[in-house]
């Protein structure tokens, strides 16, 4: 059964195919970008659970969230309620995002910023270390191998941290071989869309010392962060309930409120 993830690598994976640019050119950009904000390094030494706040207009699952979103003004009220880093949504097609969104957040807030979108080739790389973002995401369930060793390198290369997002105990293993040092562990199901809270609670404890541990998806508010928390996560990533919530910076202090395990 085709997953939803399964349509959106076809299609960055098809304008992947049709980029005319040199990549000499574009890793000679990257190269040359001042340094970046450190973004695990921020998740890491964080008081108490480190808060993720993402900007998303729009979602394939939920549709629009807050499309007509002012991104500088709702990272700088994400940041005045203490939120640790941003992730800011890109992808055009199916998340209504842009290169545009991630810079506007990025001038208007002082924390790190993750480029959060489907990274399938070298340029994807190197254009979110020319576009600002301190840290690039790559999924292992679309990435074979040789794809997540070689893009984890490359970005490490140019001076991004890496969040390896991850759906399951194999998936783990992947990104451990690479050399995660920052692991996303999604808690939406790739088939069914539906989120399966036990997940990450399950696969805190299989993560060694020395990996930063982060919950992505389903983040409803304190009594899942505090799970999450309890159950070894340095940081929750939080869309959907922030993006949405009519106090932007009083939702993220909230979540900040929570007390690290």
């Keep these: 059964m085709a997953t939803y993830l399964d349509r959106i690598i076809a299609d960055h994976r098809a304008q992947a195919a049709a980029d005319p640019r040199s990549l000499e050119a574009l890793l ?16 890491a030494g964080a008081d108490g659970l480190a808060v993720i706040s993402e900007v998303k207009r729009a979602s394939p699952s939920k549709g629009e969230l807050n499309v007509d979103l002012d991104p500088a003004a709702v990272a700088a009220a994400y940041e005045s309620g203490g939120a640790t880093c941003l992730s800011v949504l890109t992808d055009e097609s199916w998340f209504r995002g842009s290169a545009a969104d991630l ?83 999604n808690q939406r199901d790739l088939v069914t869309f539906e989120v399966d809270t036990e997940r990450a609670v399950r696969m805190a404890p299989q993560m060694p010392d020395g990996v930063v541990r982060v919950a992505e998806s389903g983040v409803r508010g304190v009594a899942d962060a505090t799970e999450l928390a309890a159950a070894g996560y340095h940081a929750v990533l939080v869309g959907e309930s922030l993006v949405t919530a009519g106090d932007h910076a009083a939702a993220v202090a909230a979540l900040r409120s929570v007390a690290r395990a």
């Design 28 to 43: 000679d950009d990257a190269r040359s970008q001042p340094p970046a904000r450190g973004f695990t390094a921020a998740l």
């Design 103 to 185: 810079q506007a957040a990025r001038a208007a807030v002082g924390i790190p910023v993750l480029r959060k979108d489907f990274t399938v080739a070298a340029a994807d790389v190197c254009d979110a270390r020319t576009m600002g973002a301190d840290a690039v995401l790559l999924i292992v369930a679309a990435l074979d191998d040789a794809e997540l060793a070689d893009f984890h390198a490359l970005a490490v290369e140019v001076g991004l941290d890496v969040l390896v997002e991850v759906h399951d105990e194999p998936e783990l293993e992947r990104a451990l071989t690479v050399g995660a040092t920052l692991v996303g562990v």
